[in-house]
């Protein structure tokens, strides 16, 4: 095993399977972790009990003895090394022991959790949490690993990286509370919820009729923004009942201000009273629902297990009759519902690491089980293996419509009480009073639904996470304005006798549209209609609304089929869907994509810092120009180009390609990079202009 965590080459045909030994281990040495710390936590008990300080003043010579030998095995480096938290405990300084034993065995722990992930989901080693993990276990030393692994746990934003890596949260939250000195659940939110109405567009797009994919479709709508719903259905005996409807996490995509914290979405599978089930019992006291009602509560992800604790809760099914708990994507163990009574199913596809937590892959069982008569756990082999596509929520509904037929029509069969009209829908917006919502306040912003063909999009576009590296380079002006559309008031900026293009790489780690790779080539151009000489550089003094200078698109690569069409249809950018990859956040920077066949590459030199990098970005729609503006808040740097490399294979795909032949910059190194490791961002709406 390597120590980044990477998996290791050369597995013995008919051995064992390398990462379930892997995993076996990576338990084995976290108990042990887990072992030393309670030790070091009893032994520090013992040091300073009351009865050992009394006995100290009666007899002094034995008792000091004692208490020395005590001090020495808690922190000599034979023994303990030092206290299990950082600070003091007991009036003991933190400087008379090292870093307590049990921190470098967990982190041995999670190394071999990371190693046997990675060898059953190597896809896995391209999210941007794995990256900041195995950066941070790559060091030389124990030492300085835990030095950066405490700062990348303390790191807000990190954490919501590290959130999805399902598998690895149990190794996660052991090695935070020891690196903390305090226990998982420390530290308890309150969580709220209050009624919100929902959009025309989305409203219409909810189910009327109650079934199963009805209501799965409903959790879809809400997009993980941290929104549940309650809705009033009249059964076939027209008896009015209640349907609570709990959405999961999405990663790479921000929670508003939904009660979350440091992967409280997987403390949950631990803890039954959380911020999350906490604020769905407030919504349906809201909600107005009487007591001894029926409920029936359906969740994705998060959201299952939360609707599984709820069942759980001896109180909580005292005032309502659970009727039913179906779970999709969440862990199910061993939790049984307070209410003999309650009907519960659960659905997880076996490729799912958020349903199947020690992140291996079972053998393929059959599509539906029965367990009883009030049991009932579909699992099946998916055709989506790659995570998290096979968690999406979407997929569940694709395949219990298409694959799982005979299970779906049995849930419905089961939720025949509630197979009736819809007469009230609500949705609740959850709240963590506790924290403030993610980004603020520089992303908290008022929005508006816009419509486009694959579902309305919040503008404007909140990026929560992201790194971007804006490599520019002289070019011929004449050539940069056969680039542009046909139009005598469109025309390139000169610095000098040169016009600047700007290949531009961001890697958007989570988004309120997902997280996606984007690739774009633009050219600054001059004011529309009063173009002046050097506007270009005046402008920079000016806010970005107040420019008059912008960088016309020509070409646009992204990873995702939301980011293509958001581009096109509300930025009227000319955007391509593409297989891309990019790490910028470190002196290092790359980028590749074999389809457009661009390598961007290098070592970035020394920089200085520079203002945020807001812009203004021009586009085409029918016969007007869009112009979009997009402000951002970060750490960004202006770095010499010497070190960073562009290259473009022969074969590589246009218009892109073309574009960068024609420029001259396709074997090319930039003037200066604009480099920024993490900000965020925002983008509005484009507005159309008549030219």
Same mark, same amino acid.
């Given at each position: 095993m390597r120590a980044d965590g990477t998996a290791p080459e050369g597995t013995a045909p008919g051995g064992p399977d390398p990462g379930e030994v892997l995993? @076996?281990?990576?338990?084995?040495?976290?108990?042990?972790?887990?072992?030393?710390?309670?030790?070091?936590?009893?032994?520090?008990?013992?040091?300073?009990?009351?009865?050992?300080?009394?006995?100290?003043? /009666?007899? *002094?010579?034995?008792?000091?003895?004692?208490?020395?030998?005590?001090?020495?095995?808690?922190? @000599?480096? =034979?023994?303990?090394?030092?206290?299990?938290?950082?600070?003091?405990?007991?009036?003991? *300084?933190?400087?008379? @022991?090292?870093?307590?034993?049990?921190? =470098?065995?967990?982190? %041995?722990?999670?190394?071999?959790?990371?190693?046997?992930?990675?060898?059953?989901?190597? &896809?896995?080693?391209?999210?941007?949490?794995?990256?900041?993990?195995?950066?941070?276990?790559?060091?030389?030393?124990?030492?300085?690993?835990? !030095?950066?692994?405490?700062?990348?746990?303390?790191?807000?934003t990190a954490q919501r990286a590290l959130s999805g890596l399902a598998p690895l949260i149990s190794e996660l939250l052991t090695v935070r509370a020891l690196l903390d000195g305090q226990s998982e659940g420390a530290g308890t939110a309150e969580g709220g919820a209050e009624a919100v109405e929902l959009t025309d567009q989305r409203r219409r797009t909810l189910a009327t009729e109650g079934s199963l994919l009805g209501f799965l479709r409903n959790i879809e709508v809400l997009s993980t923004d941290g929104r549940i719903l309650v809705q009033n259905v009249r059964g076939p005996d027209g008896v009015v009942r209640y349907v609570l409807q709990a959405p999961g996490t999405a990663p790479g995509r921000p929670r508003a201000d939904a009660p979350q914290d440091l992967m409280g979405a997987w403390r949950d599978l631990r803890a039954t009273d959380s911020p999350y089930t906490r604020s769905l019992v407030h919504a349906l006291a809201v909600h107005g629902i009487p007591r001894g009602a029926e409920l029936a509560l359906i969740g994705h992800g998060e959201g299952g297990n939360a609707v599984l604790n709820l069942a759980q809760d001896e109180e909580f099914c005292r005032t309502y009759r659970v009727t039913h708990a179906i779970a999709v994507g969440s862990p199910y163990g061993d939790r049984k519902p307070a209410d003999p009574r309650t009907w519960v199913a659960t659905v997880t596809n076996q490729y799912d690491l958020v349903a199947a937590p020690d992140g291996h892959r079972t053998d393929p069982a059959a599509p539906s089980e029965p367990v009883g008569p009030t /049991?009932?756990?579909?699992?099946?082999?998916?055709?989506?293996? &790659?995570?998290?596509?096979?968690?999406?929520?979407?997929?569940?509904?694709?395949?219990?419509?298409?694959?799982?037929?005979?299970?779906?029509?049995?849930?419905?069969?089961?939720?025949?009480?509630?197979?009736?009209?819809?007469?009230?829908?609500?949705?609740y917006q959850l709240k963590d009073r506790a924290h403030p919502p993610a980004g603020h306040p520089f992303l908290t912003l008022a929005t508006a639904p816009v419509r486009t063909t694959v579902g309305p999009v919040d503008v404007p576009v909140r990026y929560y996470d992201s790194a971007a590296a804006h490599l520019c380079f002289p070019v011929d002006p004449a050539a940069a304005r056969s680039l542009l559309p046909d139009a005598d008031w469109l025309n *390139?900026?000169?610095?000098?006798?040169?016009?600047?293009?700007?290949?531009?790489?961001?890697?958007? /780690?989570?988004?309120?549209?997902? =997280?996606?790779?984007?690739?774009?080539?633009?050219?600054?151009?001059?004011?529309?209609? /009063?173009?002046?000489?050097?506007?270009?550089?005046?402008?920079?003094?000016?806010?970005?609304?107040?420019? !008059?200078?912008? !960088?016309?698109?020509?070409?646009?690569?992204?990873? %995702?089929?939301?980011?293509?069409?958001?581009?096109?249809?509300?930025? @009227?950018? *000319?955007?391509?869907?593409? !297989?891309?990859?990019?790490?910028?956040?470190g002196r290092e920077i790359r980028a590749r994509s074999e389809e457009l066949g661009l390598v961007v590459e290098g070592r970035l030199g020394p920089g200085v810092r520079c203002p945020d990098a807001d812009r203004a970005l021009y586009g085409r729609r029918g016969t007007g120009t869009v112009r979009t503006l997009v402000r951002a808040h970060g750490r960004l740097r202006l770095h010499p180009g010497a070190g960073v490399r562009v290259?473009?294979?022969?074969?590589?795909?246009? =218009?892109?390609?073309?574009?960068?032949?024609?420029?001259?910059?396709h074997a090319a190194r930039p003037l200066f990079v604009l480099a920024c490791p993490q900000f965020t961002a925002h983008r509005g709406g484009g507005a159309v202009l008549a030219r």
């Open positions: 995993r @076996g281990c990576a338990r084995d040495v976290l108990e042990v972790a887990e072992g030393i710390r309670a030790v070091s936590d009893r032994t520090a008990a013992t040091l300073f009990a009351p009865d050992l300080t009394a006995a100290t003043r /009666r007899r *002094p010579r034995g008792a000091l003895a004692g208490r020395w030998a005590l001090l020495r095995a808690l922190t @000599g480096r =034979p023994g303990l090394g030092g206290l299990a938290g950082p600070g003091t405990r007991g009036g003991l *300084p933190r400087a008379l @022991g090292g870093e307590n034993l049990a921190v =470098p065995v967990a982190l %041995t722990a999670l190394r071999l959790r990371i190693t046997a992930l990675l060898a059953d989901h190597p &896809e896995l080693a391209r999210a941007p949490g794995m990256r900041l993990l195995t950066r941070a276990l790559a060091a030389d030393r124990d030492q300085d690993a835990v !030095r950066a692994l405490r700062a990348l746990l303390r790191d807000r /049991r009932y756990h579909v699992e099946y082999a998916g055709p989506t293996r &790659e995570f998290p596509l096979c968690h999406r929520l979407r997929e569940y509904i694709e395949h219990l419509r298409s694959l799982l037929p005979g299970a779906r029509a049995d849930m419905d069969e089961a939720l025949a009480p509630y197979r009736g009209p819809v007469v009230r829908t609500q949705a *390139p900026s000169r610095l000098g006798p040169r016009a600047l293009a700007v290949l531009s790489v961001h890697e958007h /780690r989570c988004t309120t549209i997902g =997280p996606y790779t984007e690739i774009a080539l633009s050219v600054l151009v001059d004011d529309l209609w /009063r173009p002046r000489p050097y506007d270009a550089v005046t402008d920079l003094l000016r806010r970005v609304d107040l420019r !008059r200078t912008g !960088r016309y698109v020509l070409s646009l690569a992204v990873t %995702t089929e939301a980011a293509r069409v958001v581009a096109q249809e509300v930025w @009227g950018q *000319p955007a391509l869907r593409m !297989r891309a990859e990019a790490d910028l956040t290259r473009l294979d022969t074969a590589a795909a246009e =218009p892109l390609a073309g574009q960068l032949r024609r420029l001259g910059i």
